[in-house]
């Protein structure tokens, strides 16, 4: 079937780096393809989307992948690496564990990976006291972040513009958490052209943003 007869409505799952950097373009992707299909979005952390795509509740997602399970396809989307940011405001004198520990740090939600490698490297590494601040949403810490109230690693897809304008340093710090893996994933039975287009549409449009 060609593309410009499909019709209905796309099931999209999507984390939220990728709402909060590529989303906008991958949208008008998929409307040049597929102008019948309308696009039921849903931005959430990657453990909810990927019980929903399970489940059937979503058709396809854009997520930290890949998923096991013997009827999902994964596409890859790439690798995405981190980076410690602050504000130019905070007083940070050097990069060693020390420093970094007499901030406050912003991080992911408590039940993402980010979060548990994350506190696992200070517990393991730092006896003092230090303030790990979590939030399941990325756009308030990274705000936090500008405004100094914290430092965090984040990926450079998404702060370079802030870096570029000054509105935030990096920091040298050594240990990073995991870089995140996307990958495009939706059920492929039945059989879907419409889903297998989107996923591969997904992977060319990540593919120019990295």
Same mark, same amino acid.
């Given at each position: 079937?060609?593309?410009?007869?499909?019709?209905?409505?796309?099931?999209?799952?999507?984390?939220?780096?990728?709402?909060?950097?590529?989303?906008?373009?991958?949208?008008?992707?998929?409307?040049?393809?597929?102008?019948?299909?309308?696009?039921?979005?849903?931005?959430?952390?990657?453990?909810?989307?990927?019980?929903?795509?399970?489940?059937?509740?979503?058709?396809?997602?854009?997520?930290?992948?890949?998923?096991?399970?013997?009827?999902?396809?994964?596409?890859? %989307?790439?690798? =995405? !690496? +981190?980076? @410690?940011?602050? $504000?130019?405001?905070?007083?940070? *004198?050097?990069?060693?564990?020390?420093?970094?520990?007499?901030?406050?740090?912003?991080?992911?939600?408590?039940?993402?990976?980010?979060?548990?490698?994350?506190?696992?490297?200070?517990?393991?590494?730092?006896?003092?006291?230090?303030?790990?601040?979590?939030?399941?949403?990325?756009?308030?810490?990274?705000?936090?972040?500008?405004?100094?109230?914290?430092?965090?690693?984040?990926?450079?897809?998404?702060?370079?513009?802030?870096?570029?304008?000054?509105? %935030?340093?990096? =920091? !040298? +710090?050594? @240990?990073?958490? $995991?870089?995140?893996?996307?990958? *495009?994933?939706?059920?492929?039975?039945?059989?879907?052209?419409?889903?297998?287009?989107?996923?591969?549409?997904?992977?060319?449009?990540?593919?120019?943003?990295?």
């Amino acid at each position: 079937m060609r593309s410009d007869q499909q019709a209905g409505v796309l099931r999209l799952g999507v984390a939220e780096l990728i709402a909060q950097t590529w989303l906008r373009d991958y949208l008008l992707d998929l409307r040049q393809v597929f102008p019948n299909v309308d696009v039921e979005l849903r931005v959430d952390l990657t453990i909810n989307l990927r019980e929903e795509l399970v489940s059937r509740s979503l058709d396809l997602c854009l997520l930290n992948g890949p998923i096991s399970n013997f009827n999902i396809t994964n596409i890859d %989307l790439g690798s =995405v !690496p +981190y980076l @410690w940011v602050a $504000s130019p405001k905070l007083p940070l *004198a050097d990069s060693d564990i020390a420093t970094m520990a007499s901030h406050t740090i912003l991080t992911h939600a408590r039940n993402t990976r980010h979060f548990v490698e994350l506190s696992a490297h200070f517990r393991d590494g730092w006896e003092g006291p230090i303030r790990i601040v979590p939030s399941s949403s990325l756009a308030a810490s990274l705000q936090m972040t500008i405004d100094g109230l914290g430092i965090a690693p984040m990926s450079r897809t998404l702060v370079g513009r802030h870096l570029e304008a000054g509105e %935030l340093v990096e =920091v !040298p +710090y050594p @240990w990073k958490p $995991s870089a995140l893996i996307f990958t *495009a994933s939706y059920a492929h039975t039945p059989a879907s052209f419409l889903l297998r287009r989107a996923a591969e549409l997904a992977g060319e449009r990540a593919a120019l943003h990295h």
